[in-house]
Nanobody, 122 residues
Framework: QVQLVESGGGLVQPGGSLRLSCAASGLRLDYYAMRWFRQAPGREREGVACINFSGLTTTYVDSVKGRFTISRDNAAYLIQLQMNNLAPEDAAVYYC???????????????WGQGTQVTVSS
């Protein structure tokens, strides 16, 4: 079955950086766009960044543009999220998810990871 396993979360000071990774298995990764979501306590889950099947097209929520970069290595079955200049409002559980097809779309993902916690605090 499909497995998405996130790693790389942790505690970082404001202004710091983290790189999240998502190891995928059980699917042809190059058939699917991939998205990172996050959910903070008391808030709805939001899509942060999405990357199409080839990696040539990416989209970001406005609040992370210029600070976060999503990337993928289909051969390694790996999706990453580089997060720079982190702020306390970026603190959340971050989830990796597989879209339903090769392009980012406004549809519920087909598979989810278990999440990794990001804490931003001095």
């Amino acid at each position: 079955q499909v497995q998405l396993v996130e790693s790389g979360g942790g505690l970082v000071q404001p202004g710091g950086s983290l790189r999240l990774s998502c190891a995928a298995s059980g699917l042809r990764l190059d058939y699917y766009a991939m998205r990172w979501f996050r959910q903070a306590p008391g808030r709805e889950r939001e899509g942060v960044a999405c990357i199409n099947f080839s990696g040539l097209t990416t989209t970001y929520v406005d609040s992370v543009k210029g600070r976060f970069t999503i990337s993928r290595d289909n051969a390694a079955y790996l999706i990453q999220l580089q997060m720079n200049n982190l702020a306390p409002e970026d603190a959340a559980v971050y989830y990796c998810a597989a879209e339903t097809g090769p392009r980012c779309a406004a549809q519920p993902p087909s598979a989810w990871g278990q999440g990794t916690q990001v804490t931003v605090s001095s």
